[in-house]
């Protein structure tokens, strides 16, 4: 049944040959890795104003232009250098890989953390944002937020276990239709109030007053807006899946997505400034500005899917990144190994449901609250792009060739830019939620150090001495116990007992005695039934089943010489249905999992099916 | 690690031996059989005027005396049929004995489930009457409701674990005093009221209307108030408990219950009409009266206390009889066996803990409101009423011993106003929960139903033929096989190797390929190693990894006599800390599962210990 169901969710397995990843060019690679990018206009925007309306009242419209310039300065920044990234690993260069290669293990692990955490952070955050657009366009479905946004998260599951990736083209219209949606939002929120003169009242109330900014509150707008940047690292992890020539492709592809960015973030930014459109936890600063320029109808209902959907598919990338991410790291064994192994449609299935169960949590935990998840964002990737530009820092200078002096500083201006806002985000959220991240980095970057060294410990402990030939056997010189344990004389002990008896003669049959009725019955059916051998009976006070037995393969009583084999066989009954086995004492488990810490036994499981 | 953790929880494990229960008498007897009765005064009153108050207005406090009088009249009735229970059911007569012995198997599968849910909402609806006590007391607490609740439910789960129903003496003493205080405050009560003429405010406001009481209201309100009549199967259920004469001395018991809820619930009632107390969900009825008669001082907090007390030693009562009545079902193979079994300290470990965790989820559920858990109360138990009555009828028509006529009479009213109340209970309650309980019953006769088919399915299948003796075996006439599933070349399989060689020669590795250069290294290091046996491989282009061995096993080319044996040998990795078998892939337990639904395979399971 399970097989079934999970047939019908997922399709049918794919065979290993059937891996092939499509190559896409630059129209069709644009808007497949920029959704991460260009939705965060959605909420980005509005977080500077959350910041800034409180502080300085009216003031904020004309403070949020210089926060967002400097956002987008940065952004430009960050692809001028990452640009150079891609020139140097054509095979996909992520902060880890960058990392590893020029800085060593313990900043690549860092990188690795962070990026690991901003990944989740990216489908909590943009499924929670998505869901805000739907709440906002249907107030009635605010109660169920949370719901909304697991639904969502489960939707995006079951499609990557499908494997969707592969058939991604149609993935890249969306993020299209929305880049046309809002340009036309842009253009026409522009004509209405500054040519047609039309200016609409602002939807929520704005404090009226006017103070002087701080710097310590434009920071905090600055680092609120930072929000936006996320998505960069996505183009450079995603080399290798462009047409030749990849590279050149890829870097266009940044710069567009720059060119993308700047227009709709300053264009969204500027329209919130003219419209005075603020921060309100019932309807995002898009739909009010859907509402101004459009009015209820078609239209503010067309940019709230569309927004929804764009947010949706940026949560889609991390469905991308993530899994591919974790399977590398754990190819190094630095996390579970089970993540580099591929599912039955060929996805890192493990990983995409890791992916969405951390997230899920998210959700819960912060109540679906896209505002409250914000402060945890970013800080993670922006601790991975000062990584990754200090390791093409250091690989410049080791390296020394053609024009390196020149891009050593370009990739430097990166490092320090990046660690600043770095330091300025930690800072400026950290009562808010960063303080999370920044702990959860070391703990996650400690707990992958065990994991590794438990491989090593596993690999050593495994390695074949090749010296060291198979033993001689002598049949004859040694003896093979094996030990049945009876509880009462039925059809499955026989079946154990005839199945010793292929092997040996050395048949111990070892009763443990929690209830003497239950013995008594037991031993006179023995006497009746005639099998010529004896029964060892214990005792047990405690009614522990396994101690008398391992008392007893330990005792001088049973002498065992080293060339000896003690096996242990126990029947376990096989059942129909899975709801059966809670009917069953699961002492066989115990048993087993008792044994199995005993060096030199070993451990036969009969099977006795049940008929129905 | 767990294993300290348990051992300082519930202490040491105790031998079988030291069972043996503590006889009380009459003293002892009636605080521990009766805590349950007495202690529904603190919420059967309060819900009657529940009922009345907004119906009828300031008349609801004659009208409730009229409830409260056929409520006690309806407990001497059942005290008297359950006197004959004692008599004839002297090794202890539940409802389900008593019907399995007069009525059959699917009355006596009626009785328990719905004594099971009588039981279950027993703890449920007394821990949080006693979070109410609490949260009267302290209104600062309210909000943590839900969580005293189940603080309260873990300490009591731990203290049964431990068996303190055998050092039962100290639980009796806080009835006692419960008793005493109560007895105390009506007195006080009437004295200043009706001697000092002192007659303090209301403390919350009463409608001020007077209503005609209709037929529907009262019968709810008499509802109501049947849920002080939940205890009474308990006495008949201790007879053995009891010293001898354990019947006289049991149903001394039965009466002096009677007496004492007489002047309780009915001394308490009357306060309430004196001192117009309502019902309020922030303060009980009890503590109101508490406040009115001794103002907010020393008293009322101590009948804070031992109202809260009483009501946890009630919600102990289930835990004295839910795991006794389940390990009776169990042994009679309705319900999971494993409820029969007793735990390291002898209790019903398994009864307990399920009872626990059902009661934790319905306070939940239902927000710890006691007022909304009491609807789906006492249906149940005056279900069980009914049947046993009628089961008491039914045996004194078949033995016609004595003065049967005279005693079946008395069973006979018990049946009807038990079969009555039931009836009101179930209509007047239905949409506020009591359809829950009604449609619970038959679904657990239901599953009690499947549960038994399976046990009888598996006995039959287990069943011995006893003219089959076990098989012949020629050891030179058949073949053993063992199949040594490899990955790589290492020292567990090395193990696996030379234990097989211990009993076979027919050994065949076996490697299933799913990852072509993995493979080829395996390949050449085994022909480097030099193991003279060949390697089968089979390709599994789906990466499932057991479908080729028992492919393989079925297919023709392995030749395979029915007296021959297929063994597949397997190395387990066994490593020192829990969270490392996180670490590695439980392929392994996956084969387990496909390889156990084959009739004729064996498994062998070789513990590899992993140093650290």
Redesign the interface.
Known sequence: MFDSIKKFLIGK?????QLKSQKFNIFWGLPLLSSDAISSVAYAGQEILYVLVPAVGFMAFTDMVHAVLMVILLLFILIFSYRQVIDSYPQGGGAYIVAQDNLGVTPSLIAAAALCIDYILTVAVSISAGAAAITSAFPELLPYNVVICILLIILMTIGNLRGISESAKTFAIPPYLFIIILVITIVCGFVKYNIMGIHPQPIYKIPNFTNTLSLLVFLKAFAAGCTALTGVEAVSNGVPNFKEPAQKNAKIVLLLLGCVSLVLFGGISYLSTIYKAVYNPNMTVIAQLGIQIFGKGVMFYIIQAFTALILVMAANTSYNGFPILLSIIARDGYV???FS??G?RLSYSNGIMFLSFIAVILIICFKGDNHRLLPLYAVGVFVSFTIAQTGMVLKWFKDKSGSWKHKAVINLIGAIISCVTTIVLGVTKFKEGSWIVCMLIPILVFIMWR?KA??N??AS??????S????N?D?HK?R?YMIIPIDS????F?KS???A????DDIIVFHVS?NEEATKKLLSDWE????KIPIVVRKS????LIGPIIKFVESEEFEVMPQD?I?VVMP????KRWW?N????QTSLFI?ST?????N????????????
């Open positions: 397995s794919l065979k290993t040959e579970p190994r089970q192994k591929r039955s994991i438990h491989y410990v596993v402990d495994l390695k074949l001495d090749w060291q030939k198979p033993k056997i049949r040694q093979n004389l039925n059809k499955s026989l007992y005839n199945y008896r292929n092997f040996t929690v009746e039934y005639g099998i006070p405690y009614r522990n084999t096996t376990q009954l096989v059942v059966q809670i009917l069953h004492n087993r044994l199995l810490k005993k060096r036994i070993g451990l036969i499981t009969l099977p006795y099916i049940i008929s129905k």
